[in-house]
């Protein structure tokens, strides 16, 4: 598949960039005997092409080039590849440059080789040489016998940096001299052994067992995976053998990793944990043997885990660099984390103004600037080893201000071109550069804003005003923000013109029904080219007149008088000054001033939709009598009456505003079964016009409202009464009630079975409904009804009576006389023992402390013994009392509750309140409640049963 893409336009060149490497230039170190590999990825158009060159000098015959010369690899680099090489990339508007700095480095090794030990005579000077090369420069250690050796000018000792001068040598300063050279690239070390001896016991010493100089129990550390050499220099003559064996072992080493070498010393390769413990290096000859113990700790390796990330930061933000590590906590005395910049080490401070801060490992710039972009490497080092990591840091800040602003006339004076320099863009590309200008007339030191270019283009062709002085400048924008302005032009003045321009927003009103206003956005002042503004404000009826009507005003506004109303005009408005006019303007039309309208819409008609709704329609009215931009329709009604109740009159007035040009209208929000008058009206933007002729109709009745309260009470076994109010708004004449009633499973809450009665009579309000299942629950719904329909239910619940609550009732009730003679009989019995205390206490008061005789005692227990005899024997005549006269209530207000002292609907405590106790007192506290005829509703509770007492002045009970 090929994709052709047709272009009209051809891209607009932009002058070279590199995307890679940021900045300017870069420092590239690198190890002997490594691979160099310099990059840069350029952009622009036309594409740039890529050159290499190394200053001053020719690239190494060795060079490579790779992804279209973009690439540029040197193998195996050697210390005359090292300079500064040069990348270009240039296409037909510019070039690009970018430097890296190359810097080749490596290890420390031997000039000429590893210094010989030496056997001299006392009173000689002894010169030990540690001639070695590297980059960096090594840093040189001496120790003797393992110990560190230091200059001391006050000994025959001396250290001169790679050279170790023992002056007038005596026998002590017999040793193993150590040299170890080393940069962060690696080092090598060298044991010589110095023998100083006495001249005339030199023939002695040609025989003698060996001698071994290197210090027992010496201490040597190595990481785990490193090499260590440690040493056993023997004196010997004959020659002595030398072997090592490692304690627990007893057997000679012999791995591949262990080499004794030829001065006696045991070299370990790749050290491992398991290495770690006690050596013993064996010597002997033919005159004796000797030995001596080194100790061997392997360590962990010091590792970097958590290497910081190259991270972009903004400027005058704060910069965090994560460095996390490992380490052999053994070695945590000399354990430190250095950070370094580019190579170099970053001094940390506790100074308040310092902006470097390390904690646990992380590196902080506050306020980071240009200034802190650069490789950062993190160093974790301890007396063994260390591990590095490096990022990048690349900091983000808005652009610089562009330079070298250049103005250059194109067709005319009033159309230049303005060119600059670009700044630098601080690692974020620009998207766009912001011309602005000020001029000297109108509004001096002011800059504003006159045009915007993309971010690769560095010209600007710029559109002026005549008259003016300019001066312009220009400032970069990227993804950071803006940057500074540029540094302004030279002051360009542009010669004097007509108006390049007519008014905007020509605005045409009426305030008044005989005037027009014509008002419109005047030019500015920049745009008015020279001097001498006016407008040309011409008129004319459209379609009637072909002549204009012109008047030159110098302001913005004109008001013409003397206008029909509510007519159509043309107006055009052209600019001039003195040295000409503007274009031809365009025309607009608008409209004179406008009047209330003058007639009233005809033929209102209403249609009831139902009994809140209505669909009004009418004639509109010729748009001639509008005068003015037609609003709309009002529709005005009037409740006049409740037709349930004609003789009071009402005065509900209501409105609605229809916008537009219509013929019809549906009103809602009407009430049932009332009496209304509704009126239609035109209107605009002065008023209404007059009202319609009034048009008068009824509502339909409608259904009633919600009953507002529905009780359930003296349920029975077969039975419940439903005494409810009637609807707050019927909506029509009330027929009666619709009552639905449900059994209800009490288990599930199902319906088992439903049944409905309609209750004819709007004065009806109660009703003993028979007939139900006894112990059941049932819901009950009523519903008010007129000739429309029935309303909304109110639901109620209620429970019939079970056979074993009514008996357990009339059994309570009879047994009641019994417990009220027994409880006398203990009152009167504890109210006689009572009274012997007080006189038995009275009768001994003289003697204190006399306890009271045994006969009132006697007669306390005496007391307690009929109380039993009681208790078991009841009253028998109380139990028979006759069960008709369980809870008789009265039907009139001359006749008392018959035996409402005694009446109960206690059973076992699973029943409520008693009717003569609780409800009479309810009553009293005012907790019983009246119909609206004045009866009273008493609520009796006891296991969801209720009781209701009606008086005769209350509504009709009717019994189902």
Request: charged share 20%; glycine share 8%; proline share 8%.
């Amino acid at each position: 598949m090929a994709v052709v893409v047709n272009s009209s336009e051809t891209p607009a060149e932009r002058k070279p960039g590199l995307l890679l490497p940021p900045g300017v230039q870069t420092e590239k170190v690198l190890l002997k005997g490594e691979d160099l590999q310099l990059e840069c990825i350029p952009e622009g158009f036309p594409t740039p092409t890529i050159k290499w060159m190394k200053l001053g000098d020719k690239l190494s015959p060795r060079t490579k080039y790779n992804k279209f010369k973009k690439l540029l690899i040197i193998p195996a680099v050697e210390e005359r590849d090292q300079g500064k090489y040069m990348c270009t990339a240039d296409n037909t508007v510019g070039e690009a440059v970018h430097y890296f700095d190359v810097i080749v480095e490596e290890p420390p090794t031997w000039l000429t080789g590893p210094p010989q030990s030496q056997l001299t005579v006392i009173g000689t000077d002894v010169h030990v040489k540690c001639s070695v090369t590297g980059k960096p420069p090594p840093d040189i250690t001496w120790r003797r016998n393992g110990e560190l050796l230091r200059d001391d000018p006050g000994n025959n000792r001396r250290v001169l940096d790679d050279t170790v001068v023992l002056h007038n040598a005596r026998p002590e300063d017999t040793a193993v001299y150590q040299c170890e050279a080393s940069n962060r690239h690696g080092s090598v070390m060298a044991n010589i052994n110095i023998m100083v001896i006495i001249v005339s016991s030199f023939p002695l010493l040609l025989d003698m067992a060996p001698l071994i100089l290197t210090r027992d129990n010496q201490e040597y550390a190595v990481v785990l995976g490193g090499d260590i050499t440690m040493n056993c220099s023997v004196f010997s003559s004959p020659p002595s053998a030398i072997s090592w064996v490692k304690k627990k072992s007893s057997k000679a080493i012999d791995e591949e990793r262990f080499f004794a070498l030829q001065n006696g010393s045991l070299q370990i390769i790749s050290a491992e944990k398991n290495d770690s413990g006690k050596y013993v290096c064996i010597a002997f000859n033919s005159l004796g043997k000797t030995e001596v113990t080194a100790l061997l700790d392997v360590k962990d390796t010091t590792k970097i885990v958590g290497p910081p990330q190259d991270v972009q930061i903004i400027s005058g933000t704060t910069a965090q660099l994560m460095c996390q590590t490992e380490y052999d906590k053994s070695l945590q005395s000399t354990f430190k984390v250095v950070w370094t910049k580019d190579g170099k080490e970053i001094p940390f401070s506790l100074e308040k103004n310092s902006r470097y801060f390390v904690d646990n490992g992380m590196l902080q710039i506050m306020n980071v600037n240009l200034s802190d972009q650069g490789m950062y490497t993190c160093i974790a080092r301890t007396s063994l080893d260390e591990d590095n990591a490096t990022a990048l840091l690349t900091v983000l800040d808005v652009p610089d201000a562009p330079k070298n602003l250049e103005i250059s006339e194109l067709e005319s004076p009033r159309n230049v071109r303005l060119s600059w320099v670009p700044g630098s863009d601080h690692n974020s590309s620009v998207t766009e550069f912001i011309v602005e200008y000020e001029e000297s007339h109108w509004d001096p030191g002011r800059w504003k804003e006159l045009q915007k270019v993309p971010g690769n283009q560095a010209t600007a062709e710029l559109m002026l005003h005549g008259h003016l002085d300019y001066r312009f400048r220009a400032y970069a924008v990227n993804a950071i923000g803006p940057g500074p302005p540029s540094e302004p032009s030279e002051r360009y003045k542009t010669p004097p013109a007509a108006p390049d321009r007519n008014p905007e927003n020509i605005k045409i009103q009426g305030h008044l029904p005989h005037q027009m206003d014509i008002s419109w956005e005047p030019l500015l002042p920049i745009e008015q080219n020279g001097p001498g503004l006016e407008y040309q404000v011409s008129y004319r009826k459209l379609g009637v007149e072909e002549a204009w009507n012109d008047h030159l005003v110098q302001r913005h506004s004109i008001v013409v008088t003397n206008t029909p109303t509510f007519v159509p005009y043309e107006v055009r408005i052209r600019s001039r000054n003195s040295y000409g006019w503007a274009p031809e303007p365009k025309v607009v039309t608008g409209y004179s001033g406008e009047d209330v309208p003058t007639t009233a819409p005809q033929d209102v008609a209403v249609e009831v939709i139902n009994t809140t709704v209505l669909r009004v329609s009418w004639t509109p009215v010729p748009p001639a009598t509008v005068r003015g931009h037609l609003g709309g329709y009002n529709i005005h009604w009037l409740r006049k009456r409740n037709l349930l109740n004609p003789n009071k009159i009402l005065d509900e007035r209501q409105f609605l505003i229809f916008p537009g040009k219509r013929s019809h209208a549906v009103v809602p929000g009407l009430k049932p079964f009332s009496d209304y008058r509704l009126t239609v009206s035109v209107f605009n933007k002065k008023g209404n016009g007059p009202n319609s002729d009034p048009v008068t109709f009824n509502t339909p009745e409608g259904v009633p409202e919600q009953v507002p309260v529905l009780t359930a009470s003296n349920a029975q076994k077969d039975s419940i009464l439903l005494v409810w109010g009637p609807p707050l708004e019927a909506n029509g004449i009330l027929t009666g009630y619709l009552l639905q009633y449900h059994l209800i499973n009490e288990t599930t809450l199902e319906v088992v079975d439903s049944q409905e009665r309609n209750i004819t009579g709007a004065e009806t309000t109660q009703l003993q409904l028979q007939g139900l299942e006894e112990g059941s629950l049932y819901r009950f719904h009523i519903s008010a009804c007129t000739r429309a329909g029935c309303g909304p239910p109110l639901a109620e619940e209620s429970n019939t009576m079970t056979t074993g609550r009514v008996e357990g009732q009339h059994s309570d009730f009879s047994t009641q006389g019994w417990f009220i003679g027994t409880m006398c009989a203990v009152a009167f019995l504890t109210l006689i023992a009572l009274m012997a205390c007080f006189l038995q206490r009275n009768k001994g008061g003289k003697y204190a402390g006399t306890p009271p005789p045994p006969p009132q005692r006697q007669d306390m227990f005496s007391m307690e013994k009929v109380k039993e005899k009681e208790d078991l024997h009841p009253d028998v005549e109380s139990q028979g009392m006759n069960d008709d006269t369980f809870c008789e209530y009265s039907d009139s207000e001359e006749k008392p509750l018959k035996g409402s002292s005694l009446c109960s609907l206690n059973e076992d405590d699973t029943v409520g309140d008693s009717l003569s106790q609780d409800s009479l007192v309810d009553y009293a506290d005012g907790g019983g409640e009246f119909n609206e005829d004045g009866s009273f509703i008493g609520e009796y509770s006891g296991c969801k049963h209720r009781a209701s007492v009606s008086g005769p002045s209350g509504p009709s009970l009717v019994t189902a």
